[in-house]
Nanobody, 120 residues
Framework: VQLQASGGGLVQAGGSLRLSCAASGTIASIRATGWYRQTPGNERESVVEIISGGSTNYADSVKGRFTISRDNAKNTVYLQMSGLKPEDTAVYYC???????????????WGQGTQVTVSS
């Protein structure tokens, strides 16, 4: 299983970006998936997660500005980011709990990261 993240870039404060993360390989189900971010010298932090039933859990710092969605048919999760702030600058990683075959345990997978830079 591979997670391919894309959509990062440079944007001015107040602007928008849409990140995508597509999972490929042998996949029976993806229970939970989401986005994390990391800045140099800091630990990776959760931005938002969405579980298969649609429940979401956003970090307080992004509530009202970021929206997560998933397309189960495409095994893809999206992060629509609006009202971006310089403090949103980070490398964004996608994560997923994947079951490759029914009856097997879930495993955690991470994407390679995509840089988001917000200029003031």
């Amino acid at each position: 299983v591979q997670l391919q993240a894309s959509g990062g870039g440079l944007v001015q404060a107040g602007g928008s970006l849409r990140l995508s993360c597509a999972a490929s390989g042998t996949i029976a189900s993806i229970r939970a998936t989401g986005w994390y971010r990391q800045t140099p010298g800091n630990e990776r932090e959760s931005v938002v997660e969405i579980i298969s039933g649609g429940s979401t859990n956003y970090a307080d710092s992004v509530k009202g500005r970021f929206t997560i969605s998933r397309d189960n048919a495409k095994n893809t999760v999206y992060l629509q980011m609006s009202g971006l702030k310089p403090e949103d600058t980070a490398v964004y990683y996608c994560r997923a709990d994947v079951r490759t075959r029914w009856g097997r345990a879930e495993r955690e997978y991470w994407g390679q990261g995509t840089q988001v830079t917000v200029s003031s």
